[in-house]
């Protein structure tokens, strides 16, 4: 994965431990022993730039024909992951001419790349290979029962019914609440989980050269219940005036 191209990401350290173990699990889903898959991690601690980015690209190099989606808050999010990883395939892959929108590019063996936004659907299009990003904004959304639903209809109704006989999902995001979707699909069965928290039980930063235990107390003392749920990935609701920790992740 690291030998797609990380000149496109200047001073990131592809060896931080949490990395490391982002693409061990990776691997697991290249090699198809994993095709169900959410990854939950602290903002800024390089989910894209390892996952979101540079994977899709990683993948269709491995195979020209493989049918990539990846989804996100809004269409125009989605399409600026869309044009940082066609940048990177376009000195890897041999490109088609004829299609090469922000939104939608292909390979010259008819594999191809669709970046999709909140509500919008991927008609007429198999997926092999599902990357979900962050589909939620922001927590005033999260904690919008409405917004939620929205974010569950886009999945059950647009996303999962694109999905080929053996393709492979990816939920990538920082958590919001309990009800989420990273948390309707676990408590569905069937997923693997990888959780990282921003600081451990010891006391320790995630990765102190991105963000040091200093910043992350000063975060935590900004916002403590945020601070669980971003940072920790342990949701909260808000329920009757009163915050109350529905699970422990």
Not at 43 to 69: E, F, N
Not at 136 to 148: G, L
Not at 197 to 206: E, K, P, S, T
Request: aromatic residues 8%; hydrophobic residues 40%.
């Amino acid at each position: 994965l690291e030998s797609v191209s990380p000149r496109h990401f200047p001073g990131f350290d592809w060896h931080y431990p949490h990395i490391t173990k982002v693409r061990e699990t990776l691997a697991r889903v290249t090699s198809g022993q994993c095709k169900r898959l959410i990854l939950s991690l602290p903002p800024q601690h390089g989910k894209s730039s390892i996952l979101t980015v540079p994977y899709p690209v990683y993948r269709l190099c491995r195979d020209p024909r493989l049918r990539v989606a990846v989804g996100a808050y809004n269409q125009t999010h989605a399409n600026r992951f869309s044009r940082k990883s066609r940048r990177i395939a376009a000195e890897c892959l041999e490109l088609s001419k004829e299609r090469k929108a922000a939104n939608e590019w292909e390979t010259a063996a008819g594999g191809y790349y669709v970046a999709v936004g909140l509500g919008a659907g991927i008609t007429g299009l198999p997926v092999d290979l599902l990357i979900v990003d962050d589909p939620v904004k922001s927590a005033a959304e999260a904690m919008s029962a409405t917004e939620r639903e929205n974010v569950w209809e886009w999945w059950t109704d647009s996303l999962f019914t694109r999905l080929s006989k053996d393709a492979a999902v990816i939920l990538v995001m920082t958590r919001w609440h309990s009800e989420d979707l990273a948390g309707r699909l676990r408590k569905q069965g069937g997923w693997e989980e990888v959780v990282f928290r921003a600081i451990d039980d010891d006391g320790n930063a995630l990765c102190p050269a991105l963000h040091p235990i200093e910043q992350l107390r000063e975060a935590q003392g900004h916002s403590p219940i945020s601070f669980e749920a971003l940072y920790q990935q342990r949701p909260l609701d808000l329920q009757g005036g009163f915050f109350r920790n529905l699970e422990k992740v």
